[in-house]
């Protein structure tokens, strides 16, 4: 078992997509998450000012760097965690109301990766947005029994061509597909989510694949300010879920209170924990 | 008149959205290419291979700095050439005959400012993208006689927001309006493009926006092995175009080979060298 976090990742990035939904992935993800809180329990913590109504936030700190924003209250250093949560996830469907657990150690096996590469790299945004699509698609895998595919072959009428896509989950003649882009952030890209589940339903059919994103957090922190704000779009959401395409779920593991609005307004659009995941992804489809 | 580009760059920067169409920014334009002409007559040049057919690059060079790959053929060092296409421009419509030397001085007007910020500024990509934005969006209010927008009411039932876009210039009841998206390249970022019309053509109509994208360049060059290569993804846009929303005319600066081809399938997506724009804006809702 490595010390090392990015030992650990340099394993599970050689191994990932032979067999995504593995054990071994599983427990690899496990590793990193252990690797990781040993490191920052050596680690300063700093508060933040969380401008983010009900939540706080703090960062680690080592000599000059800071790392990004992590929520106080999803935040859990313990490695034991990940056991029960495994044992959790274990049964499928999952329990209800170990939703909100899952939610904060799944976040918690992002953020503590995110915030080691924060502390002792220059500038790496690709190594934590890489991580977070290994662990967001393991999880998913896992649950649904069944490995991602990341090109769908294109057949009409004179054209022949695949088209590469997010992660898409096949579960197989007249059962649901599952389009699952992952993101640590959105901010004005998140039109690009819409887009793909329009081509999807235009290329496949409406209603075929159930759009599902993940997405971390919407925080920005200022540095110099050491202040927390979160950066919401509710009202071009709403326009995008009307005009562009119709998203199944949108998962957070952070999620931004202003989103989670969205859920109470008509047409409503479903915003939830990731958490939730584990125990309704059997119901999506219905 | 200043001397430095970026100096220059400033004065435009603080002034331009007073009036985009105005002859106070066409003239400022024209001394940030003269002051970038300058600095670069004093810059080294260095051969690039080029693994693209039929076209030739090359970079400037200064101490331990590269710029950008610039296109041989296209780039003109000659600050009087921006006199002559102000003459030319200000026909409208301007003669077809001119549409490949219209396309040739704006492309050197663009690259040699960002050649400039590439050989005296730190991983600066933000001040040539809003560069760009600027000259195009100058260009084409000019050429429109029509200052742009970039923010739209939405009112829908119980609905109301606005809308921010890219550049959106509306001619006045029962006329055309154009939707401007303005990008120094693409890559597979072009979906907001096709999924930003879609949203206009929901919320106001199909066919009301003509999508007309302004693009420099797909080139990107390997600095190690001093190679440049075009990124083009030409089956994916026929499915964004099938699919997702209809734009009029992508035009660029240095048209890649693999999306000039887009012209002769059918169905066609227009691809145009931006210079004919300057010919045919007047028949483009036609």
Redesign the interface.
């Given at each position: 078992m490595s010390r090392d976090p990015l030992a650990a990742y340099e394993k599970l990035r050689q191994t990932f997509s032979q067999d995504v939904k593995s054990d071994a992935n599983q427990i690899l993800l496990g590793e990193i998450y252990e690797a990781s809180c040993r490191f920052l329990s050596k680690a300063k913590e700093r508060a933040l000012k969380s401008l983010v109504a009900g939540k706080e936030y703090f960062a680690f700190a080592a000599g000059k760097k800071l790392s990004r924003a992590v929520n106080k209250q999803l935040f859990i250093s313990n490695p034991s965690e990940w056991e029960a949560f495994r044992k959790a996830i274990a049964l499928k469907p999952s329990p209800e109301t170990d939703a909100e657990r899952i939610t904060r150690i799944i976040y918690s096996v992002a953020v503590s990766f995110f915030c080691y590469v924060d502390l002792t790299k220059e500038g790496d945004q690709k190594t934590p947005g890489t991580f977070f699509e290994y662990l967001i698609g393991h999880l998913f895998a896992w649950r649904l029994n069944m490995n991602p595919k990341t090109r769908l072959p294109?057949l009409?009428l004179d054209?022949e061509?695949s088209?590469?896509t997010d992660f898409v989950f096949d579960l197989g003649p007249n059962r649901a597909k599952f389009h699952l882009p992952i993101k640590v952030s959105t901010r004005e890209?998140v039109?690009?989510v819409?887009?793909?589940q329009?081509?999807l339903?235009?290329?496949y059919g409406t209603g075929r694949f159930l759009g599902t994103p993940v997405i971390l957090t919407e925080t920005k922190t200022d540095k110099k300010k050491l202040e927390v704000v979160e950066i919401c779009l509710p009202?071009?959401w709403?326009?995008?879920q009307?005009?562009?395409a119709q998203l199944k779920r949108i998962y957070y593991l952070d999620m931004p209170a202003s989103y989670a609005k969205l859920n109470e307004v008509f047409p409503p659009l479903s915003v939830k924990a990731f958490g939730h995941f584990f125990g309704e992804a059997d119901t999506l489809p219905i």
């Open positions: 294109v009409n054209m061509a088209l590469p890209r039109i690009q819409w887009a793909h329009r081509v339903d235009g290329v009202d071009q709403r326009i995008y009307m005009h562009i």
